[in-house]
C-alpha cells in the first residue's frame, strides 16, 4: 500500500509540473496572437498533416511487426490491435503500461516473452541508436547557437551499458533465487532465441531502412504544420528539432513529456528564427492529433475486445 501511495504521489507532482509548463509556455508569447494564428491555420495543408501523422504509428507497428514476425509468427491484424492499443495506453497512463499490455496481449495469441521481448529490445535499440545520432549531428553542424552540452546525446547509451552490466550481474546468479533466478532464466532464454535467430541481418537492415522512412514522414508532417500555419520552416532543421526535443521529453519530470517537449522546440526553433507562437501553435496542433488518434484507438479497441475472437 505504501508503494501505491508513493507512485501516486509522484504522479501528482509530474501533473502539477505539466501543468506549470504548459501555462508558463502560454502566457511566454502573445496570447491573442497565440488564439489568432490557431483560428486561421490552413485547413487543406492541415487536413493533410493530420491524414498523414497517423502514419508514423502504422509504419512503426509494421516495422516492428516484420521484424517480430521474422522470430515468431503473428498475423498482423492481431499484432497491430495490440500494438495500436499499447500506444494508446502510454500516451493515457504513468509509466510503460502500453508496452507491457502489448506483451500480455500477444501472449494470449501464442507468443512466447522472450519472442516479443527480442523483438522490442532489438527495435529499441535501432530507434535508439538513430534519435542520438540525427540528435547529434544536428546539434552539432546544423544548430549552431545550441547551448546544451552535446554528451547529454551519449547518456542513453550509458545508461544502456549500465543495463546491460546488471544483466550479466544476473547472469552469475544461482536460478533457484527466488525471482532473479526467475529473470535470469528469461534473460538465457531471450538469448538462446537470439542466437537461433534465422534471417536477423535482412530484418535488421529492413527496420533501419523503415526507421528512416518513419522519421521521414513524421519531418514531413511538421514541414505541413508550420506551413498550414504560414511559416516556411527549414529542411532538415524541421526533422532534427523535433528529434531533439523528443529526447529531452524522456526526462520524467512531466506527464508523457507534455511542457518539457514544447520548451525545448520553443528554444530550438528560435536558432531558426521561428517565433515561439508558431512553435506552440505546431505542437498544440500534433498534440492534438496525437491524443485524438489514440481515443479513437482506444475506443475502438475496447469495442472489439468485447466482441468474440474471430482470429
Request: hydrophobic share 55%; charged share 10%.
Amino acid at each position: 500500500m505504501k508503494y501505491k501511495v508513493k507512485v501516486n504521489y509522484i504522479f501528482l507532482i509530474k501533473v502539477i509540473i505539466t501543468v506549470s509548463f504548459i501555462t508558463y509556455l502560454i502566457y511566454s508569447c502573445n496570447i491573442a496572437m497565440l488564439a489568432s494564428t490557431l483560428s486561421s491555420i490552413n485547413i487543406s495543408l492541415a487536413g493533410l498533416a493530420f491524414i498523414i501523422l497517423p502514419l508514423v504509428l502504422v509504419l512503426g507497428g509494421i516495422n516492428l511487426w516484420l521484424l517480430m514476425n521474422s522470430i515468431s509468427h503473428i498475423p498482423l491484424m492481431v499484432f497491430m490491435r495490440a500494438y495500436s492499443y499499447g500506444y494508446a495506453v502510454n500516451l493515457f497512463s504513468p509509466g510503460q503500461l502500453g508496452d507491457i499490455s502489448v506483451a500480455l496481449f500477444l501472449k494470449k495469441d501464442g507468443i512466447y516473452y522472450s519472442h516479443s521481448t527480442l523483438a522490442y529490445v532489438i527495435d529499441k535499440a535501432i530507434s535508439l541508436i538513430f534519435v542520438l545520432s540525427m540528435g547529434y549531428i544536428g546539434a552539432k553542424f546544423l544548430l549552431k547557437g545550441f547551448a546544451g552540452p552535446k554528451w547529454l546525446f551519449g547518456v542513453p547509451l550509458i545508461c544502456g551499458a549500465c543495463a546491460m552490466a546488471c544483466i550479466l550481474l544476473i547472469l552469475y546468479i544461482p536460478d533457484n533465487t527466488g525471482r532473479i533466478g526467475r529473470v535470469k532464466q528469461f534473460i538465457k532464454n531471450t538469448y538462446k532465441e537470439a542466437i537461433l535467430w534465422d534471417g536477423k541481418y535482412k530484418a535488421i537492415m529492413r527496420n533501419v531502412t523503415l526507421t528512416i522512412v518513419r522519421w521521414l514522414v513524421l519531418s514531413m508532417t511538421y514541414y505541413l504544420a508550420f506551413r498550414a500555419f504560414g511559416i516556411e520552416a527549414k529542411w532538415p532543421e524541421v526533422g532534427i528539432i523535433p528529434i531533439i526535443a523528443t529526447l529531452i521529453g524522456y526526462i520524467p519530470i512531466s506527464v508523457g513529456g507534455i511542457g518539457t517537449v514544447e520548451l525545448c522546440a520553443v528554444y530550438l526553433f528560435s536558432l531558426i528564427s521561428i517565433d515561439r507562437v508558431y512553435v506552440i501553435d505546431v505542437y498544440i496542433f500534433i498534440r492534438f492529433i496525437t491524443y485524438l488518434q489514440a481515443g479513437v484507438i482506444l475506443g475502438l479497441c475496447n469495442w472489439q475486445f468485447r466482441r468474440p475472437r474471430t482470429l
